[in-house]
C-alpha cells in the first residue's frame, strides 16, 4: 500500500516538485544488482546525458561521420545559395564557389500523384475556397497525411496559417518578410565572440541527430522515397520561402516543449521521471529487469526527449510520426512520453533475453528499426493512444 501511496502523490505533485536531481548509477559498470543510490549534482547529470551537450573530444568523430554521409557539392553549394542570398540582401560580397558547384540547369520534377489515403483530407486542404474545421483537419490527419498536401496542412496544424483560406497568402507574405528583417538584423551577429559558443554547437548537433543517413543528400534510393528531390536544383525563390516557412513552424513547435532545452533542461527531466513511473505501471517486469541490471532511464530515454525519437526511426518513420503529433493536442509535449513507453515495451521480449547491463543499454541506444515503415508506426501511435487514454485522465486506473 506504501507504494501506491507514492505512485498517487507522483501523478498530484505540484509545478514546485519539477524533479531538479536525479538518481544515477556509478560510473563502473555493475556485473551485479547493486541499490546504492545517491543525490547527483548537475555537474554529474551533465555528464551523464554528454549526449546533450558539447561532446569535446567526439566532435571530430562526429563531423567526419557526417562528411561520409554527405554529398559535399550538394551541401556546399546549397550552403552557399543561403549565404549569397543573405550577404547579395545586405550588399556584401558573396563567398567564392568552389570548383564544380557551378549550379545547372534541372528540369522541374512532376508532381507526385495523390496516394491512396484520405482524399477528403486532400480535398479540404487543396480547394482554394473552402476551410477545414481545425478539429476535422486533426482527425482526418491522424492517421497520416497524403504527401501532396503534407507541408500545407503542418502550417495548418501548427497554427502557422490561419484556417481562413482567404488569409492564408497575406499571412504568409508577412511571416516570410518577418523572418527575413530578423536575417538582416542579426545575421552578422553570428561571428560575436558572444555567439561562438552556439553556433559551434550547432555544427556539432546536425550529424548528431541522425549520423547514419543525414537528409541533405542529393539522390536516395527508391526505397528511401522521402527526398528524392535535388536540393540544387530549388528556385532561389522558393528555397527562401521554405527557409521562412521552416522558422516559423519550428518556433511554432518549440513553443510547447521549451523547457526541454532550457538550463538543466528539466522538462526532459521531468518526462524521464514520468516515463519510468508509466512503465512501471504497464509492465512491471520490464521495469524491475532494467532496475536489476542498473540501467537506468535516463542513459537512454534522454535521447528519446531530446531529439523526439528522430535518432531511433528512419526519416520516413519520423515523418509519419509527426503527422500524428501535429494532430494531437500537445503532441510532442504530452502525447511523445507514450509513444515512447509503447516504444519501449515494443521491444520487451529482446530486453528480457539481455542479462548484462552492456549489452541492454547497447541495445537500447541502438533499436533495430532500420526496416521499419508507416504499419510500424501505425501500431507504435495505437498502442501509445491506448496509454492515453488508460492513463491520462485517470493515472490511478491501473493500480498494484
Request: aromatic share 8%; with cysteine.
Given at each position: ?15 514546485s ?97 495523390p ?12 480547394e ?8 476535422e ?5 491522424w ?8 507541408p ?42 558572444v ?5 559551434r ?25 522521402v ?29 510547447g ?10 522538462g ?20 524491475r529487469?532494467l ?6 532511464y ?9 531529439n ?22 500537445d503532441?510532442?509535449s ?9 516504444f ?21 541506444q ?16 495505437a498502442e ?13 486506473h491501473?493500480?498494484?
Amino acid at each position: 500500500m506504501a507504494s501506491d501511496g507514492a505512485r498517487k502523490q507522483f501523478w498530484k505533485r505540484s509545478n514546485s516538485k519539477l524533479p531538479g536531481s536525479l538518481l544515477r548509477s556509478t560510473a563502473k559498470m555493475p556485473t551485479t544488482p547493486v541499490k546504492a543510490k545517491r543525490v547527483s549534482t548537475f555537474q554529474e547529470f551533465e555528464s551523464n546525458t554528454s549526449d546533450a551537450w558539447d561532446a569535446g573530444e567526439d566532435d571530430d568523430e562526429l563531423l567526419a561521420m557526417a562528411a561520409e554521409s554527405l554529398n559535399s557539392e550538394v551541401v556546399m553549394e546549397t550552403a552557399n545559395r543561403v549565404l549569397r542570398n543573405h550577404s547579395q540582401r545586405q550588399g556584401r560580397p558573396t563567398l567564392q564557389e568552389g570548383p564544380g558547384l557551378q549550379q545547372k540547369p534541372r528540369p522541374e520534377a512532376e508532381p507526385p500523384s495523390p496516394p491512396s489515403g484520405d482524399l477528403r483530407l486532400v480535398k479540404s486542404v487543396s480547394e482554394s475556397h473552402t476551410s477545414c474545421p481545425a478539429e476535422e483537419l486533426r482527425r482526418l490527419s491522424w492517421s497520416g497525411i497524403p504527401k501532396p498536401v503534407r507541408p500545407m496542412t503542418w502550417k495548418l496544424l501548427s497554427g502557422y496559417l490561419p484556417a481562413n483560406v482567404d488569409r492564408r497568402p497575406a499571412t504568409l507574405q508577412r511571416k516570410q518578410k518577418e523572418y527575413f528583417a530578423f536575417i538582416e538584423h542579426y545575421y552578422d551577429s553570428r561571428n560575436d565572440e558572444v555567439h561562438q559558443d552556439t553556433y559551434r554547437q550547432i555544427h556539432i548537433d546536425i550529424p548528431r541527430m541522425s549520423p547514419e543517413a543525414l537528409i541533405l543528400q542529393p539522390k536516395v534510393t527508391e526505397a528511401e522515397e522521402v527526398d528524392t528531390v535535388d536540393v540544387s536544383g530549388v528556385p532561389a525563390e522558393v528555397l527562401r520561402n521554405i527557409e521562412a516557412d521552416t522558422y516559423w513552424c519550428m518556433s511554432k513547435l518549440l513553443d510547447g516543449i521549451q523547457d526541454n532545452y532550457t538550463f538543466a533542461q528539466p522538462g526532459i527531466q521531468m518526462k524521464v521521471k514520468m516515463l519510468e513511473e508509466l512503465v512501471s505501471r504497464i509492465d512491471e517486469q520490464v521495469h524491475r529487469h532494467l532496475d536489476q541490471h542498473e540501467v537506468r532511464y535516463l542513459q537512454f530515454a534522454f535521447r528519446w526527449m531530446n531529439n523526439l525519437l528522430m535518432r531511433e526511426v528512419p526519416l520516413r518513420c519520423t515523418i509519419r510520426l509527426w503527422d500524428t503529433y501535429q494532430s494531437e493536442p500537445d503532441g510532442f509535449s504530452h502525447f511523445h512520453l507514450y509513444v515512447c513507453a509503447a516504444f519501449l515495451v515494443r521491444w520487451r521480449k529482446e530486453i528480457l533475453e539481455e542479462k548484462d547491463f552492456q549489452e541492454l543499454l547497447l541495445f537500447l541506444q541502438n533499436l533495430p528499426t532500420a526496416h521499419w515503415d508507416d504499419e510500424d508506426i501505425s501500431l507504435l501511435l495505437a498502442e501509445a493512444y491506448r496509454l492515453k487514454f488508460a492513463f491520462a485522465d485517470a493515472p490511478n486506473h491501473y493500480k498494484k
